[in-house]
């Protein structure tokens, strides 16, 4: 009968319905490895790579990623590996995500998934050889995966939802505070197994979450052989010390009122970091004698809660100070560690290369875009809670992908509420893209619950109007207490 045709010319009208933007992924793949190559190394990237290099391992930063980068070297010393798995994980993941829409004849959402990838902002920090860029990557990868076949209600083969399992789980252990994101990314990733009832849910991310903070040393310390360095007393030490300063004490434990009096008159408390606290030209002392000469971890955690629950109001305080830097919500114009790096940290292992005009161009774009209420962590957290809120009870896999990412956005960036020590805005690159995308795709569902939507749309249009006053000098600009920077012995002049 004419007009009809068969599931094989079917199946051929939605691959060629795909065909675009997979050749535009693939293009856009390419642009990037010409703009960025060979990736471009942070500080701790190059502390990393030295670890690698020289098989001594620490746990300051996940060791995941320098055990993966000592295999890589076996192929090519260098950035140059790591950067291109990038690449292809974040190609390769919105390419299925923008050919999936294709498919479906949603060729605008497809379009506005690859513009994402292209975001100037995103994609500077996505070419950044470091594990907050792998973090973001490996989940996008992910999400591609499920993407390709779940939006195509096709059933995931044994092997795809293996590589997705082990992409989240890579993502979870090369940040210290990516669980947060990822597991319940992945538990609504995979539809929720066997928990049907909010409170389940909650209650399984709660319990899945200490799992993997539990286990995450032992994996880092006894399996992988990083050495230990106290890394988790930094938080305990940061909210100890803005405690100390928001309720005036006199001291710290094992710090006496002299060495604290000291470190107020230096100035070394800021809401938007510890830093100064950890670096020996400012007040690293502060650390040795709380941290290292004083107190093991049980005993950091001990004196924590003990000053926690002596002075709520002071931590309260310093947590939401802390927040607000953190999220860039009521803060003055310039704040810090936003734009990605234009070239490598200055180093002795030849890592990176001189950024070309391509590079220049996309971090000066970045650095606009971030900025711009694009670049504040604080609007895509309303943005992922509105969604959540505006899309309960729809279950088509478009909107199940969609409330996967705008859950695993809003649980990351809501988590820095209570478990983090400075404001630099590479931290939330992946929740900021995650939800950017569960906006492209929810919107495009127009099933969202239209008055929860209109006010979380009112929401983020006033937090972007006190953030604009903030900027245009209702807010002091914040205070970021800097070291002195000594190049390398053997590029100093």
């Excluded at 907050?132 to 989940?139: E, G, I, R, S």
């Excluded at 292992?349 to 391509?358: R, V």
């Amino acid at each position: 009968m004419a007009g009809n045709s068969s599931p094989t010319q079917a199946h051929g009208e939605r691959s060629r319905a795909s065909t675009p933007w997979v050749i535009s992924a693939f293009l856009l793949f390419g642009a990037a490895l010409a703009m960025r190559f060979p990736g471009v190394a942070m500080y701790d990237s190059v502390g990393q790579y030295e670890q690698a290099r020289t098989g001594i391992y620490a746990d300051w930063h996940p060791p995941i990623m320098a055990r993966t980068w000592a295999l890589l070297n076996h192929l090519k010393d260098g950035t140059e590996p790591f950067f291109l798995l990038q690449m292809l994980l974040w190609w390769g993941g919105l390419g299925a995500i923008s050919a999936a829409l294709g498919r479906r004849q949603k060729h605008g959402a497809a379009a506005l998934v690859l513009l994402v990838g292209i975001a100037p902002l995103w994609l500077g920090w996505a070419t950044v050889v470091l594990k907050d860029a792998q973090m973001a990557c490996c989940l996008v990868g992910a999400a591609g995966l499920v993407a390709h076949w779940r939006l195509d209600e096709r059933p995931m083969p044994r092997w795809a939802t293996a590589l997705a399992i082990l992409l989240i789980a890579y993502a979870t252990l090369v940040r210290g505070n990516a669980v947060f994101a990822t597991i319940p990314f992945a538990l609504a990733l995979f539809d929720w197994p066997r928990l049907s009832k909010l409170w389940r849910k909650g209650a399984a991310i709660f319990l899945l979450i200490g799992a993997v903070l539990f286990f995450n040393p032992i994996l880092n310390n006894r399996i992988l052989r990083a050495e230990h360095s106290g890394v988790e007393n930094s938080l305990p030490l940061y909210d100890m010390a803005g405690i100390a300063h928001k309720a005036h004490l006199a001291g710290l434990p094992g710090l006496g009122p002299q060495g604290w009096a000291l470190a107020e008159r230096k100035g070394c408390y800021t809401p938007f970091f510890w830093n100064p606290y950890g670096e020996g030209s400012q007040c690293g002392y502060v650390s040795d004698a709380v941290i290292f000469d004083h107190l093991d971890d049980r005993h950091m955690v001990v004196e924590w809660a003990k000053l926690v629950a002596a002075h709520p109001i002071a931590y309260a305080g310093h947590r939401f100070a802390h927040l607000n830097s953190n999220l860039r919500f009521w803060v003055g114009p310039g704040e810090p560690e936003a734009d990605p790096p234009l070239s490598s940290e200055p180093n002795i292992d030849g890592l990176g290369a001189p950024a070309n005009p391509g590079g220049a161009g996309l971090i000066a774009a970045a650095h606009v875009m971030a900025i711009s209420p694009l670049g504040w962590p604080i609007a895509w957290l309303v943005v992922s809670a509105g969604l959540l809120c505006a899309s309960m009870g729809l279950t088509d896999p478009q909107a199940r992908l969609g409330r996967a990412l705008a859950g695993s956005a809003f649980c990351m960036s809501a988590s820095f509420a209570f478990v983090s020590i400075a404001s630099d805005l590479r931290y939330h690159l992946w929740s900021m893209v995650a939800a950017a995308l569960a906006l492209i795709l929810l919107l495009d569902m127009r099933g969202l619950h239209r008055r929860r939507g209109f006010i979380a749309g009112g929401v983020l249009i006033v937090v972007i109007a006190l953030g604009t006053i903030a900027r245009l000098g209702a807010a002091s600009p914040v205070y970021v207490p800097l070291p002195t920077v000594v190049p390398p012995p053997s590029l100093a002049t």
